[in-house]
């Protein structure tokens, strides 16, 4: 009879019937010299194949291996009790052929995970290592999610703009620009597309993004990539706690759209089979009594000296603070001196800034937001103290003369979210291809 071409997702409809399926060899199993199981992956999923008889006696079929191309016919069976197959089903197959084969040899590099292997190595074969099972899953599971962000966004009427990723412009302060040269001047890759985001409240109300950003960061951390994708929202005519609730809202909604999704929760369920979705209210906590806490809790800082009002938090006892409260904690009210230049002073306390992250157990920050100045004056201030060109803004410096307006947003970084939900050791393992110092290949 004909054969339908399926993928193997829509297997599970054809039980019964005769299917032409695509794909490569994932696994490989020979039991005797008349039986032969394929697991075929398909990027949509594996299916579990049966070869018998001439089928295993072929020459193709002998010398056949791992991650070859091929093409099989045959009928879609429900596998008997006692059994397991992926989706209940095998293919009985009963002609294929190769569609190309493969050296072999380093078969294994696909399933491998990369905790337990040199790293570099999995990095330089990083398009292989995405063919794996868990590697695909957390790629899988970050298609989802992005969709899931998109989805929320525009449940709450947000439009979707994409800002230019070249510009001569900074927001996150010089040191971590990089520069590149633009027909005879500098341009810099973007560090965040905040300014711009900015610009368009006024034209098209409240707005998001996800595009990618580009930090020159000396650290090789576990969280920081140079290149990463960076989902920010921007509103306008909103206060302070406003801001709060809306950071609040998107991560328990996507979180729940992502449960609840029928291929992206068990994905997630098996990614991470102990996540907790988190409850509302997020911890609300002040920077002040995060220093008070790190001091009662004996955490110091590298010097070995307590910390004090001033400090910058580093990522070490930021993470020791965040997994000891084991919960979500929106930490705001940071001193103007060690945030950015665009936020605004507390009316009550203008020693701190109307600020806020958003602190994950087993990642830390993983969004970063604030209200924004909106005056002329006030820009021109916060210019001078970090000597920052006017000139060079004056996009940014209309949008205060050409009708100010209080707003507020954030960034959210896609890795560090993936991170926490799937529960990965590195955001690297959450990027398609990751850039970090030392690589930018393949
Ligand atoms: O805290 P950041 O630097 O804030 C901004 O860029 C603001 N202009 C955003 C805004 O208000 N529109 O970055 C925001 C988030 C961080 O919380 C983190 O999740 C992520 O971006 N991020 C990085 N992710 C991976 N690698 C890096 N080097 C990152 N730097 C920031
Ligand atoms: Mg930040």
New binding site residues.
């Given amino acids: 009879p004909a054969a339908t071409t399926v993928k193997i997702s829509h297997c599970s409809d054809y039980r019964g019937k005769r299917v032409k399926v695509y794909g490569w060899v994932h696994r490989l199993r020979v039991q005797g010299k008349d039986f032969m199981f394929i697991v075929l992956r398909d990027g949509t999923g594996f299916l579990q194949c049966v070869l018998t008889g001439r089928l295993c006696n072929t020459y193709d079929a002998i010398t056949l291996t791992l991650e070859t191309s091929v093409v099989l016919y045959g009928t879609v069976t429900a596998v008997p009790e006692g059994k397991s197959a992926p989706g209940g089903h095998e293919l009985i197959v009963d002609y294929w052929e190769v569609i190309s084969k493969a050296p072999g040899g380093n078969e294994a590099i696909s399933n491998k995970v990369s905790s337990d292997s040199d790293p570099s190595l999995l990095y330089n074969q990083r398009h292989l290592v995405i063919r794996g099972e868990t590697a695909s899953s957390v790629l899988k599971l970050r298609s989802y999610t992005v969709k899931a962000f998109r989805d929320y966004f525009d449940s709450i009427e947000y439009m979707e703009v994409t800002p230019p990723t070249l510009v001569q412009t900074m927001?996150?302060g010089g040191s971590t620009l990089f520069s590149l040269p633009y027909y005879g001047e500098t341009a810099y890759l973007t560090?965040?597309?905040?300014l711009y985001?900015e610009s368009c409240v006024p034209a098209l109300g409240n707005v998001f993004t996800i595009s990618q950003?580009y930090?020159a960061?000396k650290s090789h951390t576990r969280?920081?990539?140079?290149e990463?994708s960076?989902l920010?929202?921007?509103a306008g005519f909103i206060n302070f706690e406003d801001l709060l609730n809306l950071i609040e809202d998107l991560v328990c909604s996507v979180v729940d759209s992502v449960q609840k999704h029928p291929i992206a929760g068990p994905i997630l369920k098996q990614l991470n089979p102990n996540f907790v979705p988190p409850s509302r209210p997020f911890l609300r906590m002040e920077y002040k009594d995060a220093i008070t806490w790190l001091n009662e809790h004996g955490i110091k800082k590298e010097d070995g000296t307590d910390f004090v009002f001033g400090d910058d938090i580093p990522e070490s006892p930021e993470r020791q603070m965040t997994d000891a409260i084991n919960r979500p904690i929106l930490l705001n009210r940071f001193p103007g001196p060690i945030k950015?230049f665009y936020m605004p002073k507390c009316k009550d306390d203008p020693r701190v800034t109307e600020s806020v992250?958003?602190l994950m157990p087993n990642v830390g920050?993983?969004?970063?937001?604030?209200m924004r100045i909106s005056t002329l004056e006030q820009k021109l201030e916060a210019f001078k103290t970090q000597g920052l060109k006017p000139e060079e803004y004056h996009f940014y410096l209309d949008l205060g003369k050409y009708g100010g307006f209080p707003r507020g947003?954030?960034?959210?970084?896609i890795?560090?979210?993936m991170a926490w939900i799937a529960d990965r050791y590195t955001?690297r393992d959450c990027s398609l291809y990751p850039r970090f110092p030392g690589r930018c290949t393949p």
Avoid: C, K, P
Wanted: proline share 0%; hydrophobic share 35%; glycine share 14%.
């Fill in positions: 927001v996150e560090q965040s597309s905040q985001l950003s930090r960061e969280r920081h990539l140079a990463y960076h920010e929202a921007e950015a992250d958003l920050e993983i969004v970063g937001g604030s947003g954030f960034g959210l970084g890795e560090r979210f955001v």
